[in-house]
Each structure stands twice: as C-alpha cells, then as structure tokens.
C-alpha cells in the first residue's frame, strides 16, 4: 500500500459524459501527478501540482482538466467522453519537486 | 486482473536465476531515472532510482546500472523469484521538468 488513494476503483459510463476522478495524495505529500495508461500508449503523463498550483502539463487534452485543493487532494474532472478515453488512470504523489513518485491503485474508466 | 500491454516484450527466467531487464532513454538531459514494477490489477510500485552522479546504486536484490553514454539503464534482480513476476517500466525525469516519462515496459515471467 502507497498510501496514496484513488476514488472510484471502476467507473463505466457513456460517451458523452463527464466524470470526477478523485486522488488523495500520502501524508506530506505536497505533489500531485496524473497519468492514463492505455493498452496501446503505456503510461503517459497528464499534469502536476504542487501545492495547489499546476506545475507541469502533458498530452492533456482539452476536454480534461484537474485541480488541487488546499487540504492536497486532486481531481481529475474528463468531459465530453469518448470510447477512446476507456483507460487507468494514476494518480502518484511525492514530497516535493523531482521526488520518487508514488502511485495509486488507479481508476479504471470504461466508455461505452 | 487486466494485462497492461498486451504485445510487452517478455523475458522469462527460471526462479532462482538472475534478471537483467533493459531501458534505453532518448532525452540526454534526463538526470533522474526510476525503475517502476507493476502488478496485474495494481499501480506502479516503487522499485529503485538513480541520480545521473552515479553509475550504480544497489538495493534490496536489485541493482540500477546507468550507462550515461550509450543512454542505457539497466535493472538487475538477484535470485528471481515468482512473486517477481509483473511488468516493469523504466521512467526518465529531466530537471527542468518533474513529469516522468516511461518506457514501454517489459514482462517478467519467472517459471517455477
């Protein structure tokens, strides 16, 4: 166990939709990473935050978006949803900048 | 659980032998690198990194080789075991950027 948490565990919705991703970073952990993980395309980096402010952007398409909140917790908010965002998505965390990372169970979004 | 990339290349290896499972990076500035062990069903999982100061470093098992020169990384695991058996991804982190970015993976099969 990471200690880093990720809500929910399974999502299946519809093409179309929006969803919430929810993370909550280790204790003291003051960065947040996304990442999506497909079958064909591996892990890929979506966006940073530390301590509340975006520090680092990936291939984040436009129609996904994330914040942090001040008590550290992040949410992955992807919208306008389609077959091809059926993926894991990974939250990780670490104390600072460039920092191991610590990752999460993930949230395996299915679009139907 | 899921397989995370299905066509991954695959060594296998008798338990009790060693492992040497490769990386090669592509960005010459990448200064931090992280071996990364993902179960089926389960996030990335923390294995061993290496600051681009040093050419080795040493874990529990497992040993990180960097070859700054031909941009090679290798992880060794020592006395294979099944409950080795996963995929295992490298990761790249440059300074100027905190995001990581992985390599392909490798599975490891290790056969009774």
């Known amino acids: 166990d990471s200690g880093v948490t990720q809500t929910p565990k399974h999502l299946i919705t519809a093409t179309g939709q929006r969803v919430t991703l929810r993370c909550s970073p280790r204790?003291?952990?003051?960065?947040v990473y996304w990442y999506q993980q497909s079958l064909d395309q591996g892990l890929q980096f979506l966006i940073q935050?530390?301590?509340?402010?975006?520090?680092a952007k990936g291939n984040i398409l436009e129609r996904f978006s994330a914040q942090q909140f001040p008590d550290l917790h992040s949410e992955l908010n992807l919208s306008s949803l389609e077959l091809g965002d059926s993926a894991l998505y990974f939250c990780?965390?670490?104390?600072?900048?460039?920092?191991?990372?610590?990752f999460g169970p993930g949230t395996r979004l299915t679009v139907l | 659980g899921e397989s995370v990339g299905l066509h991954l290349p695959t060594l296998s290896v008798q338990e009790g032998d060693n492992s040497i499972i490769n990386c090669a990076y592509s960005?010459?500035?990448?200064?931090?690198f992280i071996w990364y062990k993902q179960e089926s069903g389960k996030g990335p999982q923390f294995i061993i990194d290496?600051?681009?100061?040093?050419d080795k470093r040493q874990g529990q098992r497992v040993t990180v080789l960097l070859n700054k020169t031909v941009k090679h990384l290798s992880l060794q695991i020592a006395a294979t075991q099944p409950g080795d058996s996963a995929v295992y991804f490298c990761?790249?982190?440059?300074?100027?950027?905190?995001?990581?970015?992985f390599g392909s993976g490798t599975r490891l099969l290790v056969r009774p």
């Open positions: 204790s003291g952990d003051l960065s």
């Open positions: 990761a790249e982190n440059s300074g100027s950027s905190y995001k990581l970015i």
């Open positions: 290496i600051r681009s100061n040093m």
């Open positions: 990780a965390s670490s104390v600072g900048l460039g920092n191991e990372q610590f």
């Open positions: 935050y530390y301590n509340g402010e975006e520090r």
């Open positions: 960005n010459s500035a990448s200064d931090y």
